[in-house]
């Protein structure tokens, strides 16, 4: 009978094999391979430590696990659902080969802490991933800063054209958002960070053995405090699949900027042509579809958080077999989002903004328009009398096709007697950027210092 390691003596009967197949985690699970290997070393270097095996089991152990870690890695563990998990798929061939050495690695362990141990460990190296790659594209947007050094940009808001702000204003605000996801990461982590290796089942054990050792040994930051919270345990999960969602939002929102700029239409940017592809029917055609299945995938990732939210929701006290499904959305949210952050930085660092046609569309569109209003106020007229006197100045321009600039010294006079030529100081969009003062906002001494900020940050 080759029936599961966890079916004991009680069984009357073996698994059916439907059930077998049904429920069986390998076939996702393997990814924990290693980390597996590395907890079952930990704990049972934890063991002789305390006596529960002599040191000569514990050498036997740790050899054989590194060894059936290193033919995993090569590929030559075949997967057999009778053993249901990557769990049982090394532990079982640690006993093919020690026997009742082997036998003895489970003491004072279940899978239920071993699954949120080794998940956990799975997790905390994905994120360290995560963040590196987070700043790869961090610092391609801060190197477009450079490239675009100078070029005014116009800024939208309801997706009509709003204000003009520096190019590198805009990449410097992809910086910030990435920089928020990287605080996510690093929360995150400190919470996942945490050993439930040792609480068993869900009770604790009986045996003598030593949870600080065990943690220190995986780099835990602390020890898990109720055995029973352990068992049931995947806030930390759900909250990997959140972070992940955040990052995913923000590059979908991303591409759908630059899919809408890489348009005939806007024709502000053109793609790195290594990142798009053609249509079999139209030769002209040259689509953004990395940043189309960016934004695409992005609903996977989304979805997966929800799995997650659903798939706890209400379930009671402790392990639930329930749990078994936490990894398939996780490793998909993560899989995705690395994919998707590879192929963002070279497409930011790769495009060229088209500046004839940006600065086309910076002529038209009344740009400048916030900024006379606050000349006018720096006048000493109150802001909404202001608002609505250069409202009705655009108006005269868009009726005879000019810009605000453009505008005779008559014109600007017939909306208020203060209106002399010297507001054509800060009129047209250079001089609209150069005018800004604020903290934060788009002039070029402050997003300069913002520049420098990020530089020293980021090297
Ligand atoms: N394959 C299981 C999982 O991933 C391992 C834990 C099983 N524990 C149990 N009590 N049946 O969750």
């Not at 036998?103 to 956990?120: E, G």
């Not at 029973?228 to 923000?250: K, P, Y």
Request: proline content about 3%.
């Amino acid at each position: 009978m080759t029936d599961s390691p966890s079916r004991s003596g009680v069984f009357a009967a073996s698994m059916d094999k439907r059930l077998e197949a049904f429920s069986e985690s390998i076939s996702f699970d393997y990814r924990l391979y290693r980390q597996d290997v590395r907890g079952s070393i930990a704990h049972a270097r934890m063991l002789a430590k305390q006596g529960l095996i002599t040191d000569e089991e514990f050498s036997q152990i740790e050899s054989t696990l590194r060894e059936i870690e290193a033919e995993i890695a090569e590929g030559k563990m075949p997967f057999r659902f009778e053993l249901e998990d990557i769990h049982m798929h090394i532990e079982s061939q640690l006993i093919e080969r020690l026997g009742d050495i082997g036998r003895k690695l489970h003491t004072a362990r279940s899978r239920n802490d071993q699954v949120n141990t080794d998940f956990r460990l799975w997790i905390r190296d994905a994120l360290d991933e995560l963040d590196a790659l987070l700043v790869d594209l961090q610092r391609a947007f801060l190197s477009r800063c450079e490239k675009d050094a100078g070029v005014i940009l116009p800024a939208y808001t309801h997706l009509q054209r709003a204000q003009p702000v520096l190019a590198a204003h805009y990449w410097l605000c992809y910086v910030e958002k990435l920089e928020r996801d990287r605080g996510r990461v690093a929360d995150c982590r400190r919470r996942v960070n945490v050993c439930g290796l040792g609480t068993a089942a869900c009770a604790g054990t009986t045996l003598p053995i030593d949870r600080e050792m065990t943690a220190n040994e995986l780099g835990f930051e602390s020890v898990a405090a109720n055995s029973i919270d352990v068992s049931s345990d995947r806030d930390f999960v759900i909250e990997s699949a959140f972070v992940l969602a955040t990052i995913a939002e923000h590059l979908s929102g991303w591409a759908e900027e630059w899919i809408l700029w890489s348009t005939v239409e806007y024709n502000f940017i053109k793609l790195p042509h290594e990142f798009c592809t053609g249509s079999s029917i139209m030769p002209q055609k040259v689509n953004p579809d990395t940043l189309e299945l960016t934004r695409g995938k992005s609903a996977r990732v989304i979805g997966n958080l929800q799995t997650l939210l659903v798939l706890l929701k209400g379930l009671p006290l402790a392990y639930n077999r329930d749990l078994q499904e936490d990894k398939p959305p996780l490793f998909d949210s993560f899989d995705t989002v690395k994919a998707t952050l590879e192929l963002a930085a070279p497409i930011v660092s790769g495009a060229e903004l088209q500046l004839d046609s940006i600065g086309d569309r910076l002529e038209k569109g009344y740009l400048d328009a916030t900024t006379l209003m606050e000349h006018l106020i720096l006048k000493g007229i109150p802001q909404r009398t202001a608002h609505h006197l250069v409202g009705t100045l655009v108006g005269l321009a868009q009726k005879d096709g000019v810009s605000l600039a453009e505008l005779s010294d008559e014109q600007l006079k017939s909306a208020h007697k203060s209106l002399d030529s010297s507001v054509r100081e800060v009129l047209g969009v250079e001089k609209a950027v150069k005018a800004f003062q604020s903290y934060g906002s788009s002039s070029p001494e402050r997003v300069q210092e913002q520049v420098h900020r990020w530089r020293e940050q980021l090297q």
